[in-house]
């Protein structure tokens, strides 16, 4: 495997990579599409809304904000010691308030541990006009692409060259760093190795 012209930023990576089976490409990019856990909005209980939005589709829309994600911080929720109910190892609340006349962003929701806040402050989440309030509080868990769009950590495609080496591009959408959301990939495609050896023992 000969890997050739690597560029980057914070964000996105790419490169040459020759003397490779497309399967295994193709495995690298299904993984960071649908298996990498990222934290995500998963319910809001509303205080209040008296927006021009209803409650269900404001929440599909703040669900859609991709928050900063610390993998080690917390548990899967189905895996943890609360048995799926919900507590500080697998779960952080984000609040907000607001009054009109305004356009809410993302930037406004306070994660309660610091550290689990949007990876883009400036989302605008809703307008609101003079009378009109927002009060909720929200609970991200951590999930997966394969079960919801909002928890996607990022992007991976490649192209085959004339030469038969193969372009690829990997790109996070900023919930983990970049380096951490490729050892997660290539960490999460080992162990589902191990469990598939496992199986056929
Ligand atoms: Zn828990």
Redesign the pocket.
């Known amino acids: 495997m000969k890997i050739k012209n690597v560029t980057h930023d914070k964000n996105r990576i790419s490169f040459n990579i020759k003397d490779v089976d497309v399967p295994m490409l193709n495995a690298l990019r299904r993984t960071v599409v649908s298996e990498i856990p990222v934290m995500a909005i998963e319910s809001i209980t509303y205080t209040t809304n008296t927006s021009i939005m209803g409650d269900e589709l404001l929440s599909h829309r703040i669900g859609l904000v991709p928050l900063k994600t610390d993998q080690k911080m917390f548990?899967n929720?189905a895996d943890?010691?609360?048995k799926g109910?919900?507590?500080g190892?697998?779960?952080v609340k984000l609040t907000l308030k607001a009054d009109g006349p305004k356009t809410v962003y993302s930037g406004e929701l306070t994660p309660a541990d610091g550290e689990t806040s949007p990876v883009f402050d400036t989302i605008p989440l809703i307008k609101l006009t003079q009378s009109q309030h927002l009060d909720f509080e929200a609970t991200a868990q951590l999930g997966i692409g394969k079960d919801h769009a909002k928890w996607q950590a990022g992007v991976a495609a490649y192209e085959e060259k004339d030469d038969g080496s193969y372009d690829v591009f990997i790109e996070s959408y900023g919930q983990l760093p970049l380096k951490n959301l490729i050892e997660s990939a290539f960490n999460t495609f080992q162990s589902k190795i191990e469990q598939l050896k496992e199986e056929l023992k």
């Open positions: 548990n929720i943890c010691t609360c109910k919900g507590c190892k697998c779960t």
